[in-house]
């Protein structure tokens, strides 16, 4: 699910513009899985490893949705891919996973620009399609939803050796869920019915 809403967000790209007001450069913002400590720890870095504008998202927490469980039942049944069986997969676990995200831009307009790349398209979620392995033929939808916040921080005490830049810091929930094992659970279809039939050598002959 990670790499879902990664693969949905890694794809900002920042314009430059010159002073007509045409695009002179652009950039395509850099994504990273790490926690905001990490991320800070190189930026202030002598050798400046990562350049803004960067991106950057960890896992703030999990928790089970009771909202999404309906009652306690075995499982569902799908094809296992044997010849007359069917395989037996428990009942998920209903999970919301939150993921924090921290942006750090130089300019203003870059972090305007970024922020208008993934608001809109929140309104009011969005779903990633994603298939367990032992399911190929099954798709599962999950929603990302945005927590509707984003708070903003503004370097106001700085000296001449750091470089200013501008932070923002928000939040999405994933809506998965989590499966047990599906392994020696297996049930076989039924194929043959079996019945006795005895031949006659004429049928009888009723009026109403």
Known sequence: MITQFMAAMDDIVVKRYNQDQSVADQLEVR???????????????????????????????????????????????YNSGELGNLGL????????LTLNMMIWTR????????????????????EVSWKIPAMNDFE????IVWNSNINFTYPFDINSSQVARIQAETSFTIEGWL????????TNKIFTTYANINTVDSLSAYSI
Not at 55 to 75: A, E
Not at 140 to 143: L, Q, T
Not at 179 to 186: A, C, D, E, L
């Open 107 to 126: 300019y203003q307009k870059d972090m305007d620009q970024i922020v208008s790349n993934f608001v809109p398209y929140f309104d009011p979620y969005i």
């Open 31 to 77: 994504f990273l899985y790490a926690p905001k400590e990490r991320v800070l720890a190189d930026l202030t870095d002598k050798a400046q490893t990562i350049q803004l504008p960067v991106i950057s998202t960890y896992i703030g927490g999990i928790s089970r949705d009771p909202n999404r469980v309906f009652n306690k039942v075995i499982g569902s049944y």
């Open 89 to 96: 997969m428990p009942q998920p676990v209903p999970i919301n």
């Open 140 to 143: 599962i939808r999950s929603k």
């Open 179 to 186: 499966y047990k094992s599906m392994t020696g659970q297996s």
